[in-house]
């Protein structure tokens, strides 16, 4: 038999059972065993369920009350000493301490995983870390899961990917140098799970999908070595992108197997299946481990039959990667239209997929006929469905010819044009677009889905929230005002409601850090815009101030980034449809005299594929899509965009060559720096620095915010500088919102009045 197995599976429950044990336990509602029970169940079910579709080894160590590499930190005694925390005896509300902080220490950093959406907790590395293994709670839910009558393989992040995700927090210390002692504490690990009986393990090293240095790819050689005599089986898990290129070294390591992801990278199957020694594991990750589409089975059994042929039972079958990144089970959605729902498979139908493809393999084709049936009609639906197909739609995207994305004049005249009716004063003020999300807002919003308030009601709730949020930008004298996105829940989500193409589930969340899950939309068909969106809003807004509204959408890439993705047609497709829409949008919004439009692209750069050489493939068509949605303004309709909390230094040309009239970005938290970089390249446009970060309800002082405009002074030509915040201000309250944008706003007429005396 082949034997099925797989790394991971949802941990939140498939209702969010975790998230709201833990915090209720964090406000004291809970008692530990309370929340420890939840936990234990849901391990039990999840265990229960992957054994009912047929698996063969199940996961231990993938269940976490907050973040698995945080527990792995905790497990090899390498929790930062700032806490003052003992590792070995650490109590679980300490443990939720370094995720969240507590009143002397800051919280432990977090940051995306690869591509996905889910964070992981950043390991802080210091010249003494020193690693002391305490395996006792992973040795448990071993036990535990032994104890219900199941074959395990417990799945550890790599050391060598551990220690290249997490900070160098020393000067002149380098990560690397930690290899040797770390690999002494996973090397005890692993001799202690082997003598817990434990056979095989997984061990990720998701680095190796990634264009990391040779000198990390050496220390990937010299871990596997230091791990040959430790008593347990090992499998190197990869995932989100091809190995292909470290063939020869996964061949030659002293391992039993790896896992590759053939549905990221379908191109490594071949090379792998052609070259791989038949004394060693091959498993083959051929089920999307992060998307919500079933599998067409069929193509999948034929593709696995002649790599079985090859390697017999060392060929294994899993999900591609981790099923942590897919939502849990369809089975509970109640409200999606069925017809959708048949071309879909969460987490539990997935391993019911992969049961079907083990006994498929054991058994021929034919021992599944009516499930491959099954899968097939689906496919054969999802290829025509009207629900999924509009002509017009992919018509239009066809007829696009090279140079449909351009503005009808470069930026030099626009900018004039602009200028001309625009009678901005130098240094011109504006925010990012949201301003405080209230409890009110919430609850009028939460009471109309439900029915509770009337459209009416609803409207004039929304209204008088913008007219107060216009009416305090006006005492503020903020040059370009905007509505404050009150009626907005989500970026994504508002946009996707009102989009044809896109659908919602219940319960399709998500784990993005802790206990907060996101319910990304769904990306299902053609996309195209069948009224407007926001046209309402932001002409009601402008009819309110005699500056010049500006209208906010959210931009192509960042809708399809926060979004589950169709997997039938290639993304730069999906994203030209998303564009188009958007550019409806824009032209309407600039008949109804909105003629500032801000089309926010915060995932840009977190959209990027993992290897560098696909970077500019993808940044061609984004940015073309950038593009599109804004083509055929005129010149006198000023585009922004906003991009937010990642590394664009290497991908400047790229954001030129999106040609906004204005970018607004963050850049506070790193004192300018990466405006610097802007400067450096001489970004072309207007560019609007973020001057203060606006994740806290402090206020800055107006030195703070003097500085830093200074900063920006010297790097960008004072006539293209604009002066805003770092991003939206939903997360904060009224009181220091006002308080704040003040600052901005007196050290920028400060800043005014000495150029004009220059
Ligand atoms: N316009 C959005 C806001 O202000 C942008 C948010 C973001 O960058 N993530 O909230
Ligand atoms: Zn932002």
Redesign the pocket.
């Known amino acids: 038999m082949n034997t099925f197995h797989l790394s991971g599976y949802p941990r939140i429950g498939a209702k969010r059972e975790l998230k709201f044990a833990v915090e209720a336990f964090w406000k004291g509602a809970k008692t530990e065993a309370e929340v420890q029970e939840t936990a234990a169940e849901i391990r039990r079910l999840n265990w229960a369920t992957q054994k009912a579709a047929g698996a063969d080894l199940l996961p231990v160590g993938d269940f976490s009350f907050y973040d698995h590499v945080l527990d792995l930190l905790c497990t090899l005694g390498a929790i930062p000493k700032r806490f003052g925390f003992d590792a070995a005896n650490l109590s679980l509300p300490e443990y939720f301490q370094l995720a969240r902080g507590n009143a002397t220490q800051f919280a432990m950093e977090m940051t995306k995983w690869f591509d996905t959406n889910y964070h992981y907790i950043v390991p802080e590395w210091h010249a003494d870390t020193e690693f002391k293994v305490n395996a006792k709670n992973l040795i448990a839910q071993i036990k535990e899961a032994k104890a219900q009558g199941h074959d395990i393989k417990p799945t550890l992040v790599g050391p060598v990917t551990l220690l290249w995700l997490g900070k160098a927090k020393d000067d002149n210390f380098k990560r690397i140098s930690l290899l040797p002692k770390l690999l002494q504490a996973y090397a005890q690990l692993l001799r202690e799970l082997a003598a817990e009986g434990v056979d095989w393990i997984q061990i990720d090293e998701p680095i190796l999908a990634a264009d990391a240095d040779e000198n990390w790819i050496k220390a990937v050689e010299t871990a596997y070595k230091e791990f040959a005599h430790t008593g347990v089986r090992i499998i190197i898990g990869t995932y989100f992108a091809s190995v292909a290129e470290h063939l020869n070294l996964l061949k030659s390591l002293p391992v039993h197997g790896v896992h590759i992801d053939c549905v990221r990278a379908p191109e490594q199957l071949s090379v792998f299946t052609d070259a791989w020694p038949q004394n060693k594991v091959l498993s083959v990750g051929l089920i999307d481990g992060r998307n919500v589409w079933r599998a067409n089975l069929s193509k999948v059994i034929d593709t696995l039959e002649p790599v079985k042929a090859k390697l017999g039972n060392n060929l294994w079958i899993a999900p591609s990667c981790s099923l942590l990144h897919s939502p849990q089970d369809l089975a509970v959605e109640e409200k999606l239209d069925g017809e959708i729902k048949s071309w879909m498979a969460f987490a539990a139908q997935k391993l019911v997929e992969l049961g079907v493809v083990k006994q498929a393999l054991a058994h021929g084709k034919d021992s599944v006929k009516e499930e491959i049936a099954a899968s097939d009609a689906a496919a054969a639906d999802r290829a025509t469905n009207k629900l999924i197909h509009n002509d017009a739609v992919k018509a239009r995207v066809a007829a696009l010819v090279k140079g449909a994305d351009k503005r009808n004049s470069p930026f030099a005249e626009r900018i004039k044009a602009q200028q001309a009716w625009m009678n901005l004063p130098v240094l011109p003020t504006t925010t ?3 301003f405080p999300q209230t409890t009110e807002i919430r609850q009028a919003r939460a009471a109309f889905k439900k029915g509770e308030l009337s459209e009416a009601d609803y409207d004039a709730a929304m209204k008088k929230e913008i007219a107060y949020c216009v009416e305090e930008q006006e005492k503020l004298e903020l040059d370009v005002p905007v509505h404050g ?1 009150a009626e907005r829940n989500d ?1 994504v989500e508002y946009f996707g409601e009102q989009l044809a193409g896109y659908c919602f589930t219940q319960f399709g969340w998500v784990q993005s850090y802790g206990s907060r899950c996101v319910k990304p939309p769904i990306i299902f068909g053609d996309v195209s815009r069948p009224n407007p969106m926001t046209v309402y809003w932001s002409s009601y807004a402008q009819s309110l101030t005699k500056r010049p509204m500006k209208g ?1 959408l959210t931009g192509p890439v960042t809708m399809f980034k926060w979004s589950f993705v169709r997997d039938d047609i290639p993304l730069s497709e999906v994203a030209k449809q998303i564009a188009l829409a958007l550019n409806d949008e824009v032209l309407d919004l600039e008949k109804a005299g909105i003629k500032v439009i ?1 089309i ?1 692209e ?1 995932a840009i750069r977190e959209a990027m594929p993992l290897k560098k050489a696909q970077w500019d493939e993808y940044l061609a068509w984004a940015c073309e899509a950038f593009r599109l949605s804004s083509v055929g303004a005129e010149d006198s309709t000023q585009i922004h965009t ?1 991009m ?1 909390y990642s590394e664009f230094n290497d991908i400047l040309p790229a954001i030129a060559s999106m040609d906004a009239d204005v970018i607004t970005i963050e850049t506070s938290r790193s004192d300018m720096e990466l405006l610097t970089a802007f400067g450096d390249f001489k970004y072309p446009n207007d560019i609007g620095p973020g001057v203060y970060d606006i994740h806290s309800p402090r206020v800055p002082t107006a030195d703070e915010i003097e500085h830093l405009l200074r900063k920006a002074m010297e790097v960008v030509p004072v006539e293209r500088l604009w002066v805003n915040p770092d ?4 997360t904060r309250g009224w009181k220091e919102t006002i308080e704040q944008l003040q600052v901005m706003m007196d050290v920028t007429k400060k800043l005014r009045a000495e150029l004009a005396n220059k």
């Open positions: 990012i677009g949201s996105e970026m906010m801000q926010d915060p906003h937010c991003c939206g201000l939903k």
